[in-house]
């Protein structure tokens, strides 16, 4: 029986023989969403299609990014997190989960405030783009790692441990001798052992490439955490905005408006705030736009150059906008003025901002007076509404406080 130990060392070392090669890995970075670009649009954002093995390359998102396809041919194991600011914690919390569900995919942990959440590939780039509606995106990061060497290696392993399995079977077969029969037993119980892990291992590699890790953790935008350094000095500053989306509109039936304008055909006058004279006056149309005109007090030293660096931060900071147009202009009266457009995302929604600053100081008496003219409403709604906002700003008349 000589020959059956030496077949059973060949076939044990040609096992031996198949190592395993670590995987590559390739990491794909997006930029921390830019919350406070001071001047320009939010620059749109595109990902690398592929990534060469061992590379890492670093490219930023947009909507029609492909998120989670690798180089053709390659296994990909994907996990993204993001960071959320959120009204509501606890619904976005749900909203997160059923929008999964609905994608096939299931929630693997969960807490007061993140949770991780397991997306089939092939859905993941539509999932995750609904997510990150669901609150304004604070940083997005996605990283994917190179599986194609491990499985295929895991691959041969085990097939070559099967065939080995089977040859080991047949041998035990015709072995006679008790001190032979414990010997391929033994081998055959280790080479079974050999196959469940690699099996295990195989199936874990192919769940991970099958269905994308996502973590999201929402942060509430009443409780945001204390910062250090500079803070916004007036109320009324960070209150800008902070109405988009919201119904908390004031209602009294009064129409007086604090300075002369011509509010567009299809809005109606819904408050005026009164203090011995109107200073403040808000419209609204039948499909959610807003519009609010506002007459304050300026400051001594209060420049154009002061209030928009001053408004921007707090619409950026404080109310997790993103600036879309930061621009000076002039009015029709040749006034000079500041023009600020902005987005956030408010729940499922898109919602869009505009303001406009206008600043007169006669020279003469105090530091003047700031008229502000506020503008926002959904997405569609709000690109409908802009060409009537330019014919009404065109229309301001402040030749009594002139």
Known sequence: MKHHHTFLFGLTSAALLSGCSAPSAVVMKTAVADRAAPTAAAAPMVLAETAPMNKAVSYESGASARKFRGEAGRQMAYTASLT???DDTGAALAQSQEIVRKSGGYTQDISNYRVVLRIPAAK???????IEKLGTVLSRRITGEDLTEQVSDLG????NL????????????????VEELLKVEQELARVTTEIEQLQTRLKQA???INYVTLTVTFQNSGSRPVQSGPVIPLDWVKQLGSSTGKSSIPVNGQ??????????????????????EAREAVAVSANDCVIRLTRRDNLSGGSLAFWEQLIRRALTETNNYVITENQKIRTAEGLEAQSISARRSVGKEDFHYQLLIVPFNPGFWGAGELFLIEAWGPGKAFEQLKPKLKAMESTLDLALWR
């Open 84 to 86: 959320l600011n959120v």
């Open 124 to 130: 993941a780039e539509t999932a995750v783009d609904q």
């Open 156 to 159: 041969i392993r085990l097939d």
């Open 162 to 177: 099967q065939k080995l399995r089977l040859r080991l079977a047949e041998l035990l077969k015709r072995s006679a001798k």
């Open 206 to 208: 192919e769940n991970r």
């Open 255 to 276: 129409s007086a408006l604090p300075f002369d304008l011509e509010l567009p055909a299809d809005f109606v006058t819904v408050y005026a705030g009164t203090n011995g």
